[in-house]
């Protein structure tokens, strides 16, 4: 069975940290490709970031958190991570993890169930 779960959400002053993770069960992170989304109040959901598949881990940011977000995985661990850095209060969202995967011979959207960054003073 298909699942994400992340965590790592919270409240943080404008400059702070956090690091976002989503683990998975149900299929291999190495072999999809693995996205964050956000949405804030009132606008829609948006793409943050994306790693790809395999030793290469293409990576692809938004413009918006260039250079003070990564995205990376532990295979290990099958679990995905947002490091967000200098964060801004145009940042605060709630952040999802997305996987498209087949499952059970069909290709599935899957989504967490979101966790709540919010960054102010």
């Known amino acids: 069975q298909v699942q994400l779960v992340e965590s790592g959400g919270g409240l943080v002053q404008p400059g702070g940290s956090l690091r976002l993770s989503c683990a998975a069960s149900?299929?291999?992170?190495?072999?999809?490709?693995m996205s964050w989304y956000r949405q804030a109040p009132g606008k829609e959901r948006e793409l943050v970031a994306s790693?790809?598949?395999?030793?290469?881990?293409?990576?692809n940011y938004a413009d918006s958190v260039k250079g003070r977000f990564t995205i990376s995985r532990d295979n290990a661990k099958n679990t995905v991570y947002l490091q967000m850095n200098s964060l801004k209060p145009e940042d605060t969202a709630a952040y999802y993890c997305?996987?498209?995967?087949?499952?059970?011979?069909?290709?599935?959207?899957?989504w967490g169930q979101g966790t709540q960054v919010t960054v102010s003073s």
């Open positions: 149900g299929f291999i992170v190495s072999n999809v490709v």
């Open positions: 997305y996987v498209k995967v087949i499952d059970k011979g069909w290709l599935r959207d899957y």
């Open positions: 790693i790809g598949v395999g030793a290469m881990a293409i990576t």
